[in-house]
């Protein structure tokens, strides 16, 4: 069984930084690309980056672009996402993700599509604002 513990989000002001983490099971991780995604109040799942499952291909959605890190140790079973330079607009829950049977991404070039990733968690909260 799939198991994806979030956790690390928190309130911060605008400007500022957090790091998420994300504590896989019940499947080899080192075999999955993995992805964060985000959901913001009222509105519907976005993507946000993904990486292959060596951890050396990484994709940013634009808004996230230079101010996001993803990165994975799969010795640790474990996705991390750095968030710098916060803004209002990042507000939201973060999940992870793991590809899905339908993932369509290739080793170098991570899926940007959010229905090819699977969600087992809880998701962390992450608010901006001053």
């Known amino acids: 069984q799939v198991q994806l513990v979030e956790s690390g989000g928190g309130s911060v002001q605008p400007g500022g930084s957090l790091s998420l983490s994300c504590a896989a099971s019940?499947?080899?991780?080192?075999?999955?690309?993995m992805s964060w995604v985000r959901q913001a109040p009222g509105k519907g799942l976005e993507w946000v980056s993904a990486?292959?499952?060596?951890?050396?291909?990484?994709t940013y959605a634009d808004s996230v672009k230079g101010r996001f890190i993803i990165s994975r140790d799969n010795a640790k079973n474990t996705l991390y996402l750095q968030m710098t330079a916060l803004k209002p607009e990042d507000t939201a829950v973060y999940y992870c993700?793991?590809?899905?049977?339908?993932?369509?991404?290739?080793?170098?070039?991570?899926?940007?599509?959010?229905?090819?990733?699977?969600?087992g968690g809880q998701g962390t909260q992450v608010t901006v604002s001053s």
């Open positions: 993700a793991k590809a899905g049977s339908n993932y369509g991404g290739s080793y170098y070039y991570p899926s940007d599509r959010v229905y090819e990733y699977v969600y």
């Open positions: 019940g499947f080899t991780f080192s075999s999955h690309a």
């Open positions: 990486v292959n499952s060596g951890g050396g291909a990484t």
